[in-house]
């Protein structure tokens, strides 16, 4: 009975033994049809982790003749802040609202016909607005007025940098120029550090000078002008378009100061070094006008300002043009008006002879 048992043991081992290969086998035959995707696992770029000079761009490319799709970080240039425009003295006065029929950038004018004091345009000439550096105009006439040594050499010193709008000036501290070199660049090229000088070397220094300045205007008619510097740098210094005009028929008695004014170039040595000085208003170098006496200026609270006196088919024409948009604004609108002058005059003209003719 036991050798039995032992047979039957004996005979289920080996059917154990068989059996187990052979499942095995087909296990793994079965595994080996159904290959495994093998999955390559890439860190993500996420916009979470950027910082805000980065960006991502998405890349696709073929890569042995597989599509590819990829993330890269790329740098971004600093957004630009958007400056606001700077209001203007006349803007904040709602200056810029007032229509003309040239369609004027500038927000003031004023244009007279010298010989019989007709006024022939006006837009908001009554206003007082910062004139800049119109004001040296005035710096010009006292100093004329004054009578000085105008051989004397001038100095420019710490007192006669900008502090106020930190502009430019080809005149370092140090420099040395005669009082009529000074006037010369004043007048024709703006310069800053030449005005201050010449106010501060008048007898009792700046504020006997300003004070002069305010007499003159005073003297003048000048109701609405006041003057606190001799650059018109500051914005304080303030004057009508009808204040003006008076100011540039005063100072155009004076030979000095139309030479001066409407020079187109003009060459100084400070100090031993040459420097050549351009007029900051190019219609002096244009053949087309007949300008006896001018002056520009500029701060952002009194835009770009322009006064001259002119000939016009003969006229003399004063002309006043303060507030302007654009750099080149007040010239443009200063042809504009030359323009409109002499196309007006042949209209008169025109008329006049048709009248003629009816009467004949």
């Not at 999955?39 to 916009?47: P, S």
């Not at 006669?160 to 006037?183: F, I, N, P, Q």
């Not at 009194?302 to 024409?317: D, F, K, N, S, W």
Request: hydrophobic content about 40%; overall charge positive; glycine content about 6%.
């Amino acid at each position: 009975m036991f050798k039995s048992a032992l047979a039957i043991f004996t005979s289920l081992l080996f059917i154990h033994a068989g059996l187990a290969p052979a499942a095995a086998q087909t296990v793994d035959n079965t595994t080996a049809k159904k290959p495994v995707k093998k999955v390559v696992v890439k860190r993500a770029v996420t916009k979470g982790s950027l910082n805000n000079r980065e960006k991502l761009v998405r890349k696709v490319s073929v890569v042995k003749g597989k599509r590819q799709v990829s993330y890269q970080r790329v740098a971004v240039a600093p957004a630009v802040p958007v400056v606001p425009p700077v209001m203007t003295a006349g803007d904040m006065a709602g200056l810029n609202l007032t229509p003309d029929p040239l369609a004027l950038r500038s927000n003031v004018a004023l244009v007279i016909d010298q010989a019989n004091s007709q006024v022939l345009f006006e837009k908001n000439s009554s206003v007082a607005l910062p004139i800049a550096s119109v004001t040296k105009l005035m710096t010009a006439l006292v100093v004329v007025e004054a009578h000085m040594n105008m051989e004397e050499v001038l100095t420019v010193t710490d007192d006669d940098v900008d502090r106020e709008k930190h502009s430019s000036s080809r005149l370092r501290v140090g420099a040395t120029l005669s009082r009529d070199d000074m006037l010369h660049i004043a007048l024709m090229s703006s310069e800053n550090r030449a005005a201050s000088a010449l106010g501060r070397n008048y007898p009792g220094g700046l504020p006997a000078f300003v004070a002069a300045m305010n007499a003159k205007a005073r003297s003048l008619g000048m109701t609405d002008t006041r003057y606190v510097d001799s650059t018109g740098l500051s914005s304080q210094n303030v004057a009508s378009a009808r204040d003006l005009a008076k100011l540039v028929v005063a100072a155009y008695n004076y030979p000095i100061i139309r030479q001066y004014s409407t020079d187109p170039k003009y060459m100084v040595e400070p100090s031993g070094h040459a420097l050549q000085y351009n007029s900051s208003n190019r219609l002096t170098s244009s053949k087309e006008w007949d300008i006896g006496l001018q002056k520009t200026g500029f701060i952002n609270e009194a835009g770009h300002c322009l006064v001259m006196y002119t000939r016009i088919e003969g006229r003399p024409i004063v002309m006043v043009f303060l507030d302007s948009k654009g750099r080149l604004s007040h010239v443009g609108d200063a042809t504009r008006m030359r323009k409109w002058l002499v196309d007006d005059q042949s209209r008169n003209l025109t008329r006049v002879k048709m009248v003629r003719a009816d009467e004949g």
